[in-house]
């Protein structure tokens, strides 16, 4: 059985040129009509099983908060139908149901009623809700005496001090200090570990990548994709860059390399990407091995300057190291139309053991934000293996020396 489903859910908005108008409509009982409909949400249809862990993402003004408010009975949807089974604790808008003039304790306990826990239950449950959330003596302070990261925090540690079956988290963790955000993720992620099913909106690759085992994009108010959070983030990616009409934007499937995402206008196009080692194409790599790695690229156009660029990433598409001819200040200078011409990166490659994947670009200036001309993810795909340095862990070696004082 699922947990959450969404069936041809839709969210409409009445928007009114002043605010004044939608008062004249009211006493005129729509007779003065001057209101527009703004579909915010249309045709969602998606469903997560227990236990998974499903991100949503998608630019600004896309619809993702209004399906977390929808999902979490704080607005209704205007068509269609949803449900969500179990317990729930939705992170929201953390801190903004708290009543100013109570304190830090007592907002505790009335959001704990709202959280179905009793005050029995809470007063238990209080040292560990102090604990977590660090504030010390402020937990018996008005809450409006709290800076906002104090707010949060104990908005935080009340909403998941009971482990729920559903969580549903919107951008809470991009508040608060990095210390704290640490916490909240190595939470959420103990909640995912013991069954909790996570819906979590996030602008952050790196959080989406590292928690969630599903991503769905929704675009204008529509869920345009769907998939692993790694090919869905590098379509977003190249979503983002799409600045004309002439941009292609191309997923494709199939071999081992997983799923490749291509996009751009095409104006200089990627033709071969080649990773070798001693002149030799390299899967294997040992580490701190140098290797080439050869792009070549056409123009279609007459394009001055173009940027080529790299960007490795490891298993789990995190973004490892990149860089590109702008900032390694190499000018490519003018490539005709139907002109062939070909880079070469050395990199020393000092990462730890496991598999990688290269993606390359061509694009101008210096990022492909700028005018994106042929992304590639996925373009080759490699594994680190050790080589005969000392033992280290993690994902990159770093020159170390040590002594004794
Ligand atoms: N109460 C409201 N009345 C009218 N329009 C609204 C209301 N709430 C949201 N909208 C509109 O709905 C659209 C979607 O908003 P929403 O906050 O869900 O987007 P989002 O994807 O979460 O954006 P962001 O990443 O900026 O938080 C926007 O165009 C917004 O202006």
Redesign the pocket.
Known sequence: MKIIEAKDLGKK?K?YPVRWKRMLEWLTRNKYKSHEE?W?LRDINFSISPGEAVGII?Q???????LLKIMTGTTQPTQGEYHVRGRVSALLELGMGFHPDFTGRQNAYTSGQILGIDNQEITRLMPEIGAFAEIGDYIDQPTRTYSSGMLVRLAFAVATVVRPEVLIVDEALSVGDAYFQHKCFDRIRKFKEEGTTLLFVS?DPSAVKSLCDRAIL?DKGRLVREGTPEEILDYYNAVIAKASTEYKIKQSRGDSKGVVTRSGNELVTISNVKLLLNGKDATAVQVGEIVQIVVEFEAQQNVLNPTIGILLKDRLANHIFGTNTYHLGLNIGMCRAGEKRRVVFSVKLNLGPGHYSLTVAAHAEYSHLQGNYDWWDHAATFQMIRGKEEFFTGVCRLDTEVSIL
């Open positions: 908005y928007r703004l915010v998608g600004n003004g896309a619809g993702k908060s209004t602008h929704l």
